[in-house]
T-cell receptor, first 112, second 116 residues
Framework: RKEVEQDPGPFNVPEGATVAFNCTYSNSASQSFFWYRQDCRKEPKLLMSVYSSGNEDGRFTAQLNRASQYISLLIRDSKLSDSATYLCVVNRASVGTYKYIFGTGTRLKVLA | EAGVAQSPRYKIIEKRQSVAFWCNPISGHATLYWYQQILGQGPKLLIQFQNNGVVDDSQLPKDRFSAERLKGVDSTLKIQPAKLEDSAVYLC??????????????FGPGTRLTVT
């Protein structure tokens, strides 16, 4: 079983739709959580960090459920420009340092 | 602020040849990472440096891959000899740290390697 799991999709949604992605993690020692966005043939870029209380940035809302060990990303009013792969990233301590574990990513395609 | 720089952007080599990639992290970032990303997968950590020391190279195929960060700034990743399955994008990332707090990673544009 992978340490961080995501549904690879693709999620095909019409413009204006609301779409939600979930990500589960298996290591309860995980400390920090992020959503990264990766466009085709580009590097990953931070979309938002995920805080225990949940956080919102415009049309994007991220939530963390430590008890069930999952994080979610909600995108409201989808735009064509939201089409990308969304990577769930979990950070945990590891032998005197910390490491980032990436999910495989969820592909989103917003259709006109 | 300048981002993470990588070169070359693209490289095509034949199997059994050698190749080297270079990365210059964001100024002041102590932690540097090399990832391998195969098409359709998330990035996989190959090696992580804290300043010029290796803190995690558990997934680095050490029989063919090597990396160094001699002065704690820029870094090189080498593959010798390359295999077909090494075809991937090699991403370099950096982050700052404060004690044991991890901050976001910033990625370079990557090097797309094709092994024929």
């Amino acid at each position: 079983r992978k340490e961080v799991e995501q549904d690879p999709g693709p999620f095909n949604v019409p413009e204006g739709a609301t779409v939600a992605f979930n990500c589960t993690y298996s290591n309860s020692a995980s400390q920090s959580f992020f959503w990264y966005r990766q466009d085709c043939r580009k590097e990953p870029k931070l979309l938002m960090s995920v805080y225990s209380s949940g956080n919102e940035d415009g049309r994007f809302t991220a939530q963390l459920n430590r008890a069930s060990q999952y994080i979610s990303l909600l995108i409201r009013d989808s735009k064509l420009s939201d089409s990308a792969t969304y990577l769930c990233v979990v950070n945990r301590a590891s032998v005197g340092t910390y490491k980032y574990i990436f999910g495989t990513g969820t592909r989103l395609k917003v259709l006109a | 602020e300048a981002g993470v720089a990588q070169s070359p952007r693209y490289k095509i080599i034949e199997k059994r040849q050698s190749v080297a990639f270079w990365c210059n992290p964001i100024s002041g970032h102590a932690t540097l990472y090399w990832y391998q990303q195969i098409l359709g997968q998330g990035p996989k950590l190959l090696i992580q440096f804290q300043n010029n020391g290796v803190v995690d190279d558990s997934q680095l195929p050490k029989d063919r891959f090597s990396a160094e960060r001699l002065k704690g700034v820029d870094s090189t990743l080498k593959i010798q000899p390359a295999k077909l399955e090494d075809s991937a994008v090699y991403l370099c990332a950096s982050s700052s740290t404060h004690g044991t707090t991890a901050y976001e990673q910033y990625f370079g544009p990557g090097t797309r390697l094709t092994v024929t």
